[in-house]
């Protein structure tokens, strides 16, 4: 975090919450669970989903 308090976007950053996901990403978690965990925002969850997705690491549920 950055000294006014906001999360920043570097590697490392989207390396935990990537680490989140995948740990949590079970179907019984939906994204909203996830950010709330690791106190993140799901906009902040969003690009990192969108990544895991096209690695083929994830898939989206069917309510998505």
Known sequence: KDSSNHVT?????????????????????????IADRCDRSVAQMVPVVDRLEMAGLIRRGQGA
């Open 9 to 33: 976007d570097d590697g490392r950053e989207l390396l935990e919450r990537a680490l989140w996901l995948l740990n949590y990403s079970d179907g019984t978690c939906d994204v909203v669970d």
